[in-house]
């Protein structure tokens, strides 16, 4: 058993099944409150108790919220929980799938830097790749979602930023040996992301395999009843705040 910051004991986060309806929450959610439910924090704002306080909060001797652009109680939780499923350091909550795509490339990949994805990926996301990203200059290689050959003849002959990939794919459902990928890519010094919406954390840990990061619409599995529309994005501390 493992003891949290306040002293309660978390042994019972287990399996899956207990960190979706425990992780994040009451061991140690921002929100003082005995309701089981995590209450929603509808403020875009949050006050400081005195200017000392601001102080160490600019200077990150203390971690608070402040405006809710950057986060708030409620999503901090979500995030945590997500974290927790994902085997990650950190994740970030986007407004949806698409999102959370277009966040991580705009970021991670550098102009003029060189990204190689697949075929078989979500309509949207392929557009966004073929046909926004060479406007910043970073040229587009699309290889088979199988062409382990083709992947390995890219990253040994050319400076490739990112190799990004859906395992499952959407729409067809093909998967990739993302152990193996993460592994070619990593000899090289390629970043391995992984859009892992069609598995879902309960059915596959893209981390765990060795991905750099994974990403999940929300919309789809996660949220479950049609009702909700997010993305998110895991991994390491660095390249989630990156």
Do not use: W
């Not at 060189?114 to 996301?125: F, G, L, M, R």
């Not at 619409?217 to 909700?228: E, F, L, M, P, W």
């Amino acid at each position: 058993m493992e003891n949290t910051k306040n002293g309660l004991k978390r042994s019972f986060l287990s399996s899956d099944g207990s960190l979706v309806v425990h992780a994040g929450e009451r061991l140690g959610r921002g929100i003082v409150t005995s309701s089981i439910t995590t209450p929603i924090v509808n403020s875009t704002s949050c006050f400081f108790k005195n200017t000392s306080e601001l102080i160490d909060f600019k200077e990150k001797r203390i971690e608070c919220h402040e405006y809710a652009r950057y986060g708030n109680p409620t999503t901090r939780v979500l995030e945590e929980k997500i974290s927790a499923l994902e085997g990650a350091e950190a994740t970030l909550i986007v407004s949806s799938g698409m999102c959370a795509n277009t966040v991580m490339l705009l970021a991670l990949v550098p102009k003029g830097g060189h990204i190689v994805t697949t075929t078989d990926c979500y309509t949207e996301t392929r557009m966004f790749i073929e046909t926004f990203l060479p406007k910043l200059g970073i040229s587009v290689t699309l290889i088979d979602s199988a062409d382990i050959a083709g992947l390995q003849d890219v990253v040994n002959n050319q400076e490739v930023s990112m190799f990004f990939t859906e395992s499952p794919t959407n729409p067809f459902l093909r998967c990739v040996d993302i152990e193996l990928v993460s592994k070619i890519c990593h000899k090289k010094g390629t970043l391995v992301c992984i859009d892992g919406t069609v598995a879902s954390p309960l059915n596959q840990k893209a981390l765990a395999l060795g991905a750099d990061l994974v990403i999940q619409s929300a919309t789809k599995y996660i949220g479950g009843h049609n009702d909700v529309l997010a993305g998110c994005i895991s991994g390491s501390t660095k390249l989630v705040s990156e």
